[in-house]
């Protein structure tokens, strides 16, 4: 057969998109709709044309327009458009590119439902660009990357993080925020982790060797708060409180009794979540090994569950601790830190102690505050879980530097987005409208994220510091919101 006898011989439909000549179109099956079709041009009349046109089948050859909606942007750029790109993306945002001889590349979204462009940003190129293409490249460790080719009297090639911009259009849309972080987290600020520390600091982490050398121990611990007073918190704490306090995600909004829709879940003890500029996390915060800007009273470190501990006779024998001094907090500041032995202020008689769950720590004076803490937390948890079985809600769980070394607060992100899959998963089998689960993982080195779940569960695993990473996904919610 001929090409000819192949393709047809008249139109399926026409319509006028440009007052001049089209100079380059590009056309996207929608999906979930097979038979619509929507096709961007751009002409000399420097317009962007959209249209979405739906077809009636009626047999193997037989094809007819049911329908077209047209709209057009005008004025898109400062001279004539060359070339366009549609990109149809439910996962982010439908994209569309254009250039002309203004030698720019503008990204814009296109709003399917009103079918209307809205500008997104642009970049400089050294060419005219009369004509472009795009694909996507996925690099073996899961990150994902969209190129821009553009040519011209030259070949330019354009890319961004794609992964990024998936994470950026998951906040957007979240209604509950869970932000988990790890030591990683707190190195962006130049603190050190687990793995760097002295080793003198696994030694001193066993609350036998204050009774062994009391001073020795206070002044260890000491040393430790009076670094995080001095270290200023890293920008991407002060991006999370925008996120959250400041009101710059549309869809975290508190309830009417006043709760947060977000939260954090820590095992970093520096504080730093609690820092007097960042309103959004200070009475939403778990820090599942305490927090060492406060000491407290060692009163309790020789019992278990109310009961002596074996070999702590000695200590036990001159402890005779008081109410108050079970609840005796100093909250650390610069001028409290001392280089003599600071006695609790009830007792007169025992040593403070950092506010840290330790190896082997049995201090009921430690556990009870981190208790409170955590049962807040599951509370909250049991809300946003209850919220995605019968509202239809979203919800993030925003990972930042948890490594595997220490995997506390890794394996309760896990846990977490799990559980809350298994009920979309249930509500799927039974027709219920679940709401959906993100997983956003940011780890220069163990981002990968091993977990099984189904659709509508998102997983996004992001190789980078986290501060590095924010800050990029923040310059997209600043472009998009």
Known sequence: RQLGDVLPSTASCEFKAHQSGVNDLSASTVVGESESVVVCSVGDDQTVSTCHIHFAVSGPESLSCEGIRLSTT????????????????????????????????????????????????????????????????????????????????????????????????????????????????????????????????????????????PLKFQQFWLAFTRSYLKTKPHSGYELLDQWCQGGKLPNLIRQSDGSTPWWVYTSNVDGHFRNTRLASFRESVC??????????????????????????????????????????????????????????????????????????????????????????????????????????????????????????????SEEVVSDCAKIIQSDKSSGVRSGSVSFIRINPKHAEISLSTSEPTRMISIFSKAEAALKEIDRWIDLLI
């Open 74 to 213: 005008q004025c898109a750029s400062a001279s004539a458009l060359k070339a366009v790109e549609l990109i149809l993306d439910d996962s982010t945002f439908h994209r569309v590119y254009t250039s002309g001889h203004d030698e720019k590349v503008i990204l814009w979204k296109l709003d399917f439902a009103r079918l209307s462009l809205k500008y997104v940003t642009s970049v400089p190129i050294g060419t005219e660009g009369s004509c472009l293409d795009c694909c996507q490249y996925n690099h073996p460790d899961g990150t994902i990357r969209e190129v821009v080719a553009v040519g011209g009297l030259g070949t330019e090639l354009l890319s961004f993080n794609l992964t990024t911009l998936l994470a950026a259009c998951a906040l957007i849309e979240a209604n509950s925020l869970l932000i988990t972080a790890g030591a990683g987290f707190s190195a962006d600020s130049g603190l050190q982790t687990y793995e760097q520390a002295p080793l003198s600091y696994r030694e001193m982490c066993d609350p036998s060797k204050l009774v062994e050398d």
């Open 287 to 412: 820090e599942i090994h305490g927090c060492a800007l406060e000491f407290k009273c060692a009163c309790g470190i020789g019992f278990a569950n109310g009961e002596p501990r074996l070999g702590w006779q000695k200590w036990n024998e001159k402890v005779q601790p008081t109410d108050a001094c079970r609840e005796t907090k100093l909250v650390m500041t610069d001028d409290a830190i001392s280089s003599s032995l600071l006695l609790c202020s009830h007792c007169q008689l025992l040593p403070m102690r950092a506010n840290v769950l330790m190896f082997h720590d049995t201090d009921e004076n430690i556990l009870r505050s981190i208790s409170v803490e955590r049962d807040r937390y599951q509370a909250w948890e049991a809300t946003v879980e209850n919220d995605i079985e019968t509202s239809g809600k979203r919800f993030v769980v925003l990972e930042l530097g948890c490594g595997p070394t220490v995997p506390a607060v890794r394996e309760e």
